[in-house]
């Protein structure tokens, strides 16, 4: 991906689609690409591209989509954090070649998406996504969708980046300052971006900042899938500058709210 800040920044969820096919070749480079995925967590994710007419799958918020893929985990502590740090890569990858995708968690027969799959037991399926070519025009149910989560905005910086405690807000150093943009336009479920990052001793702490109704048998916890992805922008970003992460575990003991969990820090190196 070669702009990767353009590619974050001009990366929007896509919910109409022209009903066309992928071409082969793009078909067969998304396939290959999800071979060299990987995540810090060394939790593989197994990739499945399904067809959405052969299938009969569809979505209610979706319109004209023709492929879907979705990812397959085992259910262990950070499978969740995993899956979103590997899907979102494929997300990036695919708009980077004019591909269109929305990450769906619920709006869905999930019964009959796990069948098509292959889910075993012991597996979770945190989300899908429709993969094809954008429409020319948005449908009316995804504009309206769109203004009720307020999909094209976020929360301000001083939100989400804390110096050395918890709500003290973080004025990054011009060198980080790209990498956090990319964090804060991630992509979340109803648009809750649930990370929040404390600075401290010279490492990056990610905490999720939960919300009720996010945690189900079938999903994990779809806040910790945002998590992954968050983290996915972070470490992307560092290494579009040049510059090497290594994601660890390791709880530094901020005091934070009854609410806040923490995920995983991120030290550069």
């Not at 995708?101 to 597996?123: P, Q, Y």
Request: one cysteine or more; proline letters at 5%.
């Amino acid at each position: 991906m070669e702009d990767l800040m353009e590619i974050v920044r001009s990366r929007k969820s896509v919910r109409t689609f022209d009903a066309n096919q992928l071409s082969d070749e793009h078909r067969k480079l998304l396939e290959d690409y999800c071979k060299g995925i990987t995540n810090p967590f060394d939790i593989p994710v197994d990739f499945v591209f399904m067809n959405a007419v052969e299938n009969g799958l569809s979505s209610p918020v979706l319109t004209g989509e023709p492929l879907y893929v979705t990812g397959k985990v085992e259910k262990k502590p950070y499978a969740d954090v995993a899956f979103g740090y590997s899907f979102e890569q494929l997300v990036l990858y695919a708009w980077s070649l004019g591909i269109g995708s929305v990450w769906i968690g619920g709006t869905m027969k999930r019964e009959t998406f796990e069948e098509t799959a292959g889910l075993k037991k012991g597996e979770m399926m945190p989300c899908v996504s429709p993969l094809g070519y954008p429409s020319d025009k948005r449908s009316l149910k995804e504009t309206m969708m769109r203004r009720g989560i307020g999909a094209d905005n976020r929360f301000s910086a001083d939100r989400l980046f804390f110096n050395e405690k918890w709500d003290s807000p973080l004025t990054p150093a011009e060198d980080m300052a790209d990498v956090l943009e990319m964090v804060r336009w991630a992509p979340s479920a109803v648009n809750k971006q649930p990370w929040r990052i404390v600075l401290k001793d010279g490492a990056w702490h990610f905490y999720e900042k939960k919300d009720r109704g996010y945690v189900s048998e079938s999903t994990g916890d779809v806040q910790k899938v945002d998590l992954g992805i968050a983290l996915c922008h972070f470490v992307l970003g560092l290494e579009y500058k040049g510059r090497k992460a290594e994601v660890i575990i390791n709880d530094p003991g901020i005091a934070i709210p009854n609410d806040a969990e923490y995920i995983a820090s991120v030290i550069i190196k």
